[in-house]
């Protein structure tokens, strides 16, 4: 069991991080926390 991982910053860095990690195989929880008011584009 893994305790996931936590991102902060939900903007385009942050959402790259997370997709990365999926492309690497991970397949634990991820959590962005941000406070942008957009989503990445």
Sequence with gaps: ?????????AGECGARAALILRERGY????TLVGNE?????
């Design 1 to 9: 069991m893994t305790a996931g991982m936590l991102i902060i910053g």
């Design 37 to 41: 008011l957009h989503l990445p584009y």
């Design 27 to 30: 397949d634990g929880p991820v």
